[in-house]
């Protein structure tokens, strides 16, 4: 049978039963059963955003998230952690082996967590750090003056360069000039391929430790179609539910020497109780993920970004750097005469999340902006490749350029009926 073809499926006389939370609790049943309608119905391309298995979700969901497990495998303040310790362990095993890293903490209860615990175990309480600035592509955990990282540490920013590309030198220079303890690779909407062995140079030159943050390519680092920092930095933080496909969360890769400082940043530092069924949720990821299989989709979730932005090219429009190393297209929309916020909208009208982004030196405030950030790997999750990449790139340009939302409507509700979620 071929891709897109429907199964003939005989319809069974036998009714399932109604789930215990359709029973109990009908409004919240809805409002789930909504969003799986949005789901199968809309194709994502935030670049946050995935779609992880349905035994990643069957972990999530399980007993588990009863219990109760502060401290760590062994060294727990509570009875009964048997199983708690066992899939915490299996989970940091096969986190370290996923990324030939030392040591792994996977209790963080999201990225920014993580990020936390790592600046307070490197830094100190109001030490010194330097990151990229959000409005450059970095995240607001990297030192932003709304988030605890910029209010609890002494932060200063890098930005990037006239073409959007991090610019050593400049990196050098604010280094030199605020002496950090931590210094920061990584970001949000970056989209280009991180010298992190230059950015190593420059920490120990002044001294600095280098936390690397992989959020966003964490998955196609695992499968190694984008260099890895492991090794290189002293800490590499991410999520686990971008590229990488895991649940929502976050985790610590650290050398052995900064292992110690890490778990107590993360525990009792920044948490308490893990949530042990995530934990079970990231152990079933990073399983996946050491699959042969897993390699193919990452390059693919990267070709598929590669075509995305020649297709956007070809039609005329710019992007942020001309193109990507990695899974995120940064549309530069100024040319257009259209905001962000306006492609969003239109585009949520047609079917497509993606979600506005302020580009370098964005003009626009950051609930306008005069960009459009889009990303592969929740529709390569799906199974696109080239030719449906270069017809949803189609409908966006359409869209940039004031199509009507619904004219494109019919094009992506075939794809997603053809393209299934998992
Ligand atoms: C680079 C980076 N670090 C940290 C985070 C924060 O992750 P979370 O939303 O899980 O706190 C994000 C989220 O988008 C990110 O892009």
Redesign the pocket.
């Known amino acids: 049978m071929r891709r897109g073809e429907r199964k003939v499926r005989h319809v069974s006389h036998v009714e399932t039963p109604p789930s215990p939370l359709q029973t109990q609790d009908a409004e919240v049943h809805a409002w789930l059963q909504r969003e799986d309608r949005r789901q199968a119905n809309t194709l994502t391309m935030i670049a946050?955003e995935n779609h992880c298995s349905a035994a990643v979700r069957e972990a999530c969901g399980s007993r588990i998230t009863d219990k109760y497990a502060e401290g760590y495998p062994n060294r727990r303040y509570y009875g009964g952690c048997e199983a708690a310790d066992g899939i915490e362990e299996l989970a940091r095993q096969r986190a370290m082996q996923l990324f030939g890293a030392e040591d792994a903490n996977v209790q963080p209860h999201?990225?920014?967590?993580?990020?936390l615990a790592a600046l307070t175990a490197l830094a100190g309480p109001g030490g010194r750090i330097v990151g990229m600035a959000l409005k450059a592509g970095?995240?607001l955990?990297?030192g932003h003056d709304r988030s605890h990282s910029g209010m609890l540490f002494s932060a200063k920013q890098y930005g990037v360069d006239g073409s959007g590309r991090i610019d050593l030198d400049d990196v050098r220079k604010v280094v030199r000039e605020h002496q950090p303890k931590v210094l920061i690779a990584?970001?949000?909407s970056y989209a280009r391929n991180i010298d992190y062995a230059g950015f190593a140079e420059i920490a120990r030159e002044f001294g600095a430790h280098l936390m690397a943050?992989i959020?966003?390519p964490a998955g196609l680092v695992a499968a190694g179609v984008v260099p890895s920092p492991v090794g290189i930095a002293d800490v590499v933080?991410m999520?686990t539910?971008?590229t990488l496909r895991g649940p929502?969360?976050?985790m610590i890769l650290a050398k052995a020497e900064a292992a110690k400082a890490i778990r107590s940043a993360v525990f009792p530092g920044a948490q308490g109780g893990p949530l042990v069924q995530q934990i079970a949720g990231k152990a079933v990821a990073f399983g996946e993920a050491l699959r042969p299989e897993f390699k193919t989709y990452q390059q693919r979730v990267k070709d598929n970004a590669n075509w995305l932005a020649e297709c956007l090219i070809e039609a005329g429009l710019d992007i942020v750097t001309g193109g990507t190393d990695n899974h995120i297209v940064l549309v530069d929309l100024r040319k257009a005469d259209v905001t962000g916020a306006e492609v969003e909208e239109r585009a949520l009208a047609a079917g497509l999340a993606v979600n506005k982004n302020a580009i370098p030196d964005d003009p626009r405030p950051p609930m306008v902006t005069s960009g459009l950030r889009l990303g592969t790997p929740a529709v390569t999750t799906r199974g696109f490749g080239h030719d449906e990449i270069q017809a949803v790139a189609r409908v966006i340009v359409g869209l940039v350029r004031g199509g009507d939302p619904d004219s494109f409507r019919a094009t992506v509700q075939q794809l997603c009926e053809a393209y299934p979620l998992p």
Do not use: Y
């Open positions: 946050s999201s990225g920014t967590t993580a990020n970095g995240h955990s990297h990584g970001g949000s943050d959020a966003h933080t999520t539910h971008k929502r969360g976050g």
